[in-house]
């Protein structure tokens, strides 16, 4: 038993180790990564899904203004809803790892009562 545990916790290092090791060769990537054409997860998980509304996970290359308005418009249309009432997590791809992105950094982008998409969109800047 002592053995099998033993043998689990070697594991687990091991593939911690080759996590840390992706995260390095992110972090050093960063100098080449473009914002404006990065590879976004944004999770909508409502708030209502113990009645009935689905979560929705929506990737997207872009920008990440437009990633959080196209998740939050197929939020609304998937669960019929005029408003977004669900909690947020936004996470960005660098070098074959999915990076969490702070809140502090993309909560201002989310979904508000005078929420406008062509207030957002990026096609609609001049």
């Known amino acids: 038993m002592l053995r099998r545990k033993l043998k689990a916790a070697r594991k687990q290092i091991k593939d ?35 009645h009935g509304e689905e979560d929705v ?12 308005v196209k998740a939050e418009a197929e939020f609304m249309r998937i669960n019929q809803r005029s408003n977004v009432s669900a909690n947020y997590s936004v996470a960005v791809f660098l070098s074959g ?9 993309w909560q201002e982008l ?14 609609k800047e001049g």
């Open 97 to 105: 790892v999915w990076v969490i992105v702070p809140p502090a950094y």
């Open 16 to 50: 911690t180790e080759k996590y840390i090791d992706h995260l390095i060769e992110a972090t050093t990537n960063l100098k080449k990564f473009d914002m404006n054409r990065a590879r976004y997860k944004v999770g909508l998980m409502s708030m209502w899904s113990d």
């Open 57 to 68: 996970t929506f990737l997207y290359t872009g920008n990440l203004a437009d990633a959080i």
């Open 110 to 123: 989310t979904h508000t009562k005078d929420w406008k998409p062509e207030d957002h969109l990026s096609s």
